[in-house]
């Protein structure tokens, strides 16, 4: 039989969510989180009953999905402009009912995470996604999300995988 990669579950080896609780005091945050380049959540911030803000593990898993194509798609172009992705100031989602800004948020995993073929563990991308609604300013919340990217560097790090066995290989 073949082993399964997973990630750890939330809180279990990487708790970082207090890197991104601060942005619900931003006025107009409604959710923020911080995902790994293969669309994985690292951290986010979860709804409470009482405040109505933050994100539902099913939504933060949706919009790690989303903001993780976004950072591959700006790269995509970037490199055919001759940048690259890691050049992304800011990536911004506008819906009459929200915005979702993205930025890159840093780079590097353990050595040992299980990647695919040629990925170097120190190149592994990780990006930051805040949405928030209409009426936030998006100048403060694309200066309060650089300010994080800048302070957090040292605490990201995507969690190596465990693997699971008696899975198929890949599924």
Sequence with gaps: MTEKTTAPQQGESLDLEWLVNGLLDVPGVTGALIAAQDGLTVAYTRRTEYSGKGLTDETAQRIASVISGLYALTNGVANLAGGSGRDLELGLLK??????????????????????????????????????????????????????????????????RRRESGTADGQ
């Excluded at 050595?111 to 928030?132: K, N, Q």
């Excluded at 209409?134 to 990201?156: C, N, T, Y």
Aim: net charge negative; with cysteine.
């Design 95 to 160: 819906h009459k009912d929200w915005s979702l800004f993205v930025v890159s948020a840093g780079t590097g995993v353990p050595a040992g995470t299980p990647l695919p073929l040629r990925h170097d563990p120190s190149t592994v991308e990780c990006t930051l996604g805040v949405i928030v609604t209409p009426q936030a300013d998006e100048g403060v919340i694309g200066f309060e999300m650089k300010q994080l990217v800048r302070s957090m560097d040292r605490h990201l790090r995507t969690s190596t």
